[in-house]
């Protein structure tokens, strides 16, 4: 894909991201990756105004970036991420209200929906987060993707991955609808989980079947 | 119904279906009845914006064979089980919607309804017993779970709403959803105590001052 018609695609999924409240103006962030480099949205800049020339440019393996480039805090964590899962081409630090609740109180999500373990993984870990971020907070983060598609940030919100934009934003819809199922159940007396193998089952057969569906079914 | 007007009724309820914020992306798929013996039903994993009419695929009610490459989608045997228990439902929405998936991730039952939602619903809207996506367990108790209503829960899953039309379906799914929203607000309120205004704000505040009290 050329450059341009990346940061194109990627202006207009910021402004997906950020119309769904999944990020602000001044809290959250996307990037994507084409090729060695990764591109990424400033910091406290509104995906609203956000234009081609605003988009960061970083090289994943040297971390060298545009000039005069004002990244956001959480930069570092997109690139240890990038590093770490080869297979991953589009990470989202979401604050939407569910998931940034959930993440300020600090529990595992465990499934309480069966495409939360489809689509995320069988629970949704809790890794140290704050700003700036520093290496035990890149090394906590990585562990807790492990085999997941998503990880909350201690107090922060989320990290969610895919190997496109498109696909981590479905991460980002099912984390905050399981989150916000997390939270309102305990108004009714407590979710119910699923039985944790059969939550990775689930997750087993979304990755080996269902999730290539839209493309092998026609 | 003709072959074509339930593969085209399914077709627009599609997009109806996303707009109304009922599902999201594949999770989910419709049926209209074309006749005793048959019904079309969304294809397996298609995203919705993508498919025309002729992708809604033919299944037969009574051994859910289907002719064609396009494989329906693998909920088929609850709208079948469905169609078989209830003649009078031509239609059929399986939704992910947010409220009623949340009651039926703890597997309660929707009751005390406000008069709005039970002349629609009836007094009581069920929450199925739990069985795997795709099995004849989740058909069978999903199909018993409906009687008296028009909509059910299914644990840990989402919800199914069947109506004599398209039309009718959508308005039970609505009505499902808001009726979810209000036992939600109530069951709130009876927990944190009179005086506390119902918002996004004030259940996540007392949640965490759930969480931080244990």
């Not at chain 1, 084409?34 to 800049?45: E, F, S």
């Not at chain 2, 627009?12 to 999201?24: F, Q, T």
């Not at chain 2, 074309?34 to 025309?52: C, M």
């Not at chain 2, 051994?63 to 439902?89: C, F, M, N, T, W």
Request: glycine content about 8%; aromatic content about 6%; some cysteine.
């Amino acid at each position: 894909m050329k450059l341009d018609q990346a940061r194109a695609e990627f202006i207009s999924w910021a402004r997906t991201y950020h119309n769904e409240n999944f990020i602000s103006g001044s809290e959250g962030s996307i990037s994507c990756r084409i090729g060695d480099t990764m591109l990424i949205t400033p910091r406290r800049k509104s995906p609203a105004t956000l234009t081609p020339e605003d988009v960061i440019l970083i090289d994943i393996p040297g971390g060298s970036m545009s000039s005069g480039a004002n990244p956001p805090a959480d930069m570092s964590l997109h690139r240890a991420v990038y590093r770490k899962y080869k297979e991953t081409g589009a990470i989202v630090h979401t604050v939407e209200p569910n998931t940034m609740t959930s993440s300020m109180a600090g529990k595992t999500v465990y499934p309480l929906l069966d495409d939360l373990a489809q689509i995320v993984g069988p629970t949704t870990r809790v890794a140290r987060y704050s700003e700036p971020v520093d290496a035990g907070i890149r090394a906590s983060v990585v562990k807790g993707l492990k085999k997941r598609s998503a990880v909350l940030l201690s107090g922060g919100g989320a990290l969610c991955m895919g190997a496109n934009l498109d696909e981590a934003h479905a991460v980002c819809q099912v984390l905050m609808k399981g989150c916000k199922c997390f939270i309102e159940t305990e108004f009714l007396g407590g979710g119910i989980r699923i039985n944790p193998v059969e939550t990775r089952l689930m997750r087993l057969v979304y990755l080996i079947k269902y999730s290539k569906q839209n493309v092998k079914n026609r | 119904m003709t072959l074509d007007k339930a593969r085209e009724t399914v077709h627009r309820a599609c997009a109806e279906l996303v707009k109304a914020g009922l599902v999201a992306r594949t999770w989910g798929n419709i049926s209209a009845k074309v006749d005793d013996s048959t019904f079309v039903i969304t294809p397996s994993g298609r995203r919705y914006e993508e498919l025309t009419a002729a992708d809604m695929v033919l299944v037969k009610i009574s051994d859910l064979s289907y002719g064609g490459s396009v494989k329906p989608s693998s909920e088929k045997g609850l709208h079948a089980e469905i169609y078989r228990q209830y003649p009078e439902v031509n239609a059929i929405i399986h939704t992910h919607q947010m409220n009623a998936s949340t009651v039926a991730a703890a597997r309660k039952d929707i009751t005390g309804m406000d008069p709005r939602h039970s002349a629609i619903l009836g007094s009581i809207v069920r929450t199925a017993e739990y069985g795997l996506p795709g099995t004849g367990k989740l058909a069978r108790a999903t199909a018993f779970a409906l009687k008296g209503s028009k909509a059910a829960m299914m644990a840990n899953h989402g919800a199914v709403c069947a109506g004599r039309d398209m039309k009718e379906a959508f308005i039970v799914a609505g009505t499902l959803e808001d009726a979810a929203r209000s036992f939600i607000e109530k069951a709130f309120i009876r927990m944190s105590g009179s005086g506390i205004k119902v918002t996004e704000k004030a259940m996540h505040d007392y949640y965490l001052k759930l969480v931080a009290e244990r």
